[in-house]
Every structure is written in C-alpha cells, then in structure tokens.
Nanobody, 124 residues
Framework: VQLQASGGGLVQAGGSLRLSCAAS????????MGWFRQAPGKEREFVAV????????YYADSAKGRFTISRDNAKNTVYLQMNSLKPEDTAVYYC??????????????????WGQGTQVTVSS
C-alpha cells in the first residue's frame, strides 16, 4: 500500500493550498481517509476525515470553515483544500487510510496506512 501526499509548499498568511493524496495497493473505496498534521515539537493531530463514499466529513475545530476534504474514488485520491491559511497551520501534513466501519476516528493510532507527509509553511 502506498499513499503519496503532495501539494505542500510555502504560502503567505491568508493564502490557499490544495493537498492531494494518491492511494495505491488498496481498495480505496472501502477506506475512510483522514488528514493529520504535525508541527515541530508537537504531537500529530487530527485535521479532517471523509467517509469511504465521500458522503460524510468531519473537521477539527481548527479546520472548520477554512479547510475542505474531498475525494475522487475513480482516481483513488483524497484532497484537502486549505483556505485562509494561518502561521499556526504550519506543519507536515499526512494522509491516512482507515477501513470504513461506519465510524469516524480522530486518533492517529487507529489508521492502517500512512503517507509520507508534505510540508506546509505559512509565513506571516
């Protein structure tokens, strides 16, 4: 299984980025997909999750109203559109896959597969 995250970069506060995560080696449509992030010296934290069908989503409070998670099951890809970025959004962003059992999980340890991470840096 491979999850390949991309789309990170350096952006000014208030700007936008769109992260992508391309999956292979798994039946993508059976997995909920999550985005997590980890800033230097901090624990990995939940950002957003989307159900296997794409019909349900959930966001961390820090992401609500600014970030949008979506997926394209035909392309085996999940996205994270990030708008109105703030310096505190600076982190390595990871995508992760969890076999969809009908529940959302916000703890990193539950997820079965992880991407390598993509760096997002927001300057003030």
């Amino acid at each position: 299984v491979q999850l390949q995250a991309s789309g990170g970069g350096l952006v000014q506060a208030g700007g936008s980025l769109r992260l992508s995560c391309a999956a292979s080696g798994l039946t993508f449509r059976r997995y909920s997909m999550g985005w997590f992030r980890q800033a230097p010296g901090k624990e990995r934290e939940f950002v957003a999750v989307i159900s296997s069908s794409g019909g349900s989503t959930y966001y961390a409070d820090s992401a609500k109203g600014r970030f949008t998670i979506s997926r394209d099951n035909a392309k085996n890809t999940v996205y994270l559109q990030m708008n109105s970025l703030k310096p505190e959004d600076t982190a390595v962003y990871y995508c992760a896959a969890d076999l969809d059992t009908g529940n959302f999980y916000f703890t990193a340890g539950v997820y079965d597969y992880w991407g390598q991470g993509t760096q997002v840096t927001v300057s003030s």
